[in-house]
């Protein structure tokens, strides 16, 4: 064998923390060779939101397929796989369960490795599966259920300087969506109809912003929609267009003032390059993204987004994270890992959201 010669791991990757079922074939030098995505939209759109046990069903119903269907598109076998590995938590307990009894399933019948991969994690390592980006980063994750600004020091270091007090960016996408019957999912429903519309026209507050700190907030603004729109009489398509809009650069705004304290932060501890890592379902969005394009540039950063499909859950996301895990530390999880509903990333940070980080 050729001196230096390393044979290339391979992962398979299994995720299924919430509407999504997902499995993947991820190699070790960044090669995704298979990823099988099977959204619920469906399912829930007559809920207006995800439906925890519905969302458990279809994970158990369609999670085995979905696995044969990333091994054929990969053309390997199981046998072939070094390492399996399954979302964790955090997430709805119900598919977490699935996502894992599955993994260790396939684990022990085939004698390979198993991990449990933190969620977030695979969100905060999945810019790395594009080569060019080295630690430390700043990272937003901004999704339905997670809205958090970590620095980002290395695999398994990671250091919160904000999160959300109540609710999540996407959470909040999704109520005013409801709330305007726009549909469901809430985020490309907004963001279609705020295209059309006046940002201007409403008057909505922008949540925390000029104050220091890193947390965020959304539920003064979802409450000032729902205010907006029942003061409406007989709301037209322009008014949910309008009312879209203003929902949608408020947010924006908000955001980008929060990211502004924490790149403040983040390069008096990092001088040099900063690179600011947006991720998430929500970092799909594109007025979000122009936004912090804008303060990056003003800040002397580099924004760096995931391609769109590596932006919503998916399994080459778990499939890498576990390979990243693997190199620092080759040690498998055990086989009565517990799911886990919630699931901290960085562990040190007890305190409650909101008491601030000052920047």
Same mark, same amino acid.
């Given at each position: 064998?050729?001196?230096?010669? *390393?044979?290339?791991?391979?992962?398979?990757?299994? $995720? @299924?923390?919430?509407?999504?079922?997902?499995?993947? %074939?991820?190699?070790?030098?960044?090669?995704?060779?298979?990823?099988?995505?099977?959204?619920?939209?469906?399912?829930?759109?007559?809920?207006?939101?995800?439906?925890?046990?519905?969302?458990?069903?279809?994970?158990?119903?369609?999670?085995?397929?979905?696995?044969?269907?990333?091994?054929?598109?990969?053309?390997?076998?199981?046998?072939?796989?070094?390492?399996?590995?399954? =979302?964790?938590?955090?997430?709805?307990?119900?598919?977490?369960?699935?996502?894992?009894?599955?993994?260790?399933?396939?684990?022990?019948?085939?004698?390979?490795?198993?991990?449990?991969?933190?969620?977030?994690?695979?969100?905060?390592?999945? &810019?790395?599966? #594009?080569?060019?980006?080295?630690?430390?980063?700043?990272?937003?994750?901004?999704?339905?259920?997670?809205?958090?600004?970590? @620095?980002?020091?290395?695999?398994?270091?990671?250091?919160?300087?904000?999160?959300?007090?109540?609710?999540? #960016?996407? /959470?909040?996408?999704?109520?005013?969506?409801?709330?305007?019957?726009?549909?469901?999912?809430?985020?490309?429903?907004? $963001? !279609?109809?705020? !295209?059309?519309?006046?940002?201007?026209?409403?008057?909505?507050? *922008?949540?925390? !912003?000029?104050?220091?700190?890193?947390?965020? @907030?959304?539920?003064?603004?979802?409450?000032?929609?729902?205010?907006?729109?029942?003061?409406?009489?007989?709301?037209?398509?322009?008014?949910?267009?309008?009312? #879209?809009?203003?929902?949608?650069?408020?947010?924006? $705004?908000?955001?980008?003032?929060?990211?502004?304290?924490?790149?403040?932060?983040?390069?008096?501890?990092?001088?040099?390059? =900063? *690179?600011?890592?947006?991720?998430?379902?929500?970092?799909?969005?594109?007025?979000?993204?122009?936004?912090? @394009?804008?303060? &990056? /540039?003003?800040?002397? #950063?580099?924004?760096?987004?995931?391609?769109?499909?590596?932006?919503?859950?998916?399994?080459?996301?778990?499939?890498?994270?576990?390979?990243?895990?693997?190199?620092?530390?080759?040690?498998?999880?055990? %086989?009565?890992?517990?799911? *886990?509903?919630?699931?901290?990333?960085?562990? &040190?940070?007890?305190? %409650?959201?909101?008491?601030?980080?000052?920047?």
């Amino acid at each position: 064998m050729e001196r230096g010669y *390393r044979k290339a791991m391979l992962a398979l990757g299994i $995720e @299924s923390s919430c509407d999504e079922t997902a499995a993947a %074939l991820v190699r070790d030098d960044r090669t995704i060779l298979a990823d099988c995505i099977l959204s619920q939209f469906e399912e829930h759109r007559a809920y207006g939101g995800v439906v925890p046990e519905i969302a458990a069903r279809a994970h158990l119903d369609h999670v085995d397929r979905l696995i044969e269907a990333a091994l054929s598109q990969a053309q390997v076998s199981l046998e072939q796989v070094d390492l399996i590995a399954a =979302t964790g938590g955090p997430g709805l307990i119900g598919g977490v369960i699935v996502g894992v009894t599955t993994g260790k399933a396939l684990a022990l019948a085939a004698g390979k490795p198993f991990l449990a991969v933190n969620h977030l994690e695979g969100h905060a390592l999945s &810019a790395r599966l #594009a080569p060019g980006l080295d630690f430390p980063y700043l990272l937003l994750l901004v999704s339905g259920g997670h809205c958090q600004l970590l @620095s980002v020091e290395g695999v398994g270091r990671y250091h919160r300087l904000g999160a959300t007090i109540d609710d999540a #960016a996407g /959470e909040a996408f999704d109520k005013v969506a409801k709330l305007m019957g726009l549909g469901y999912p809430g985020g490309p429903a907004v $963001e !279609k109809a705020a !295209k059309a519309g006046d940002a201007a026209r409403f008057a909505l507050p *922008r949540p925390l !912003k000029g104050r220091p700190g890193c947390d965020f @907030s959304f539920s003064g603004l979802k409450n000032a929609v729902r205010l907006a729109w029942t003061a409406l009489d007989a709301p037209t398509d322009q008014d949910r267009a309008d009312l #879209a809009a203003a929902f949608q650069t408020a947010v924006a $705004e908000s955001m980008a003032d929060r990211v502004k304290n924490a790149l403040t932060l983040f390069q008096s501890r990092h001088p040099g390059p =900063t *690179r600011l890592v947006l991720a998430g379902g929500v970092a799909a969005n594109q007025a979000l993204r122009t936004r912090l @394009s804008a303060l &990056a /540039e003003q800040r002397g #950063a580099l924004l760096i987004a995931p391609p769109m499909k590596l932006c919503t859950d998916n399994a080459a996301m778990i499939a890498w994270a576990g390979l990243e895990r693997w190199r620092i530390d080759p040690t498998p999880d055990a %086989l009565d890992f517990a799911p *886990r509903p919630r699931w901290p990333l960085d562990p &040190a940070a007890t305190k %409650l959201p909101g008491a601030g980080v000052k920047a």
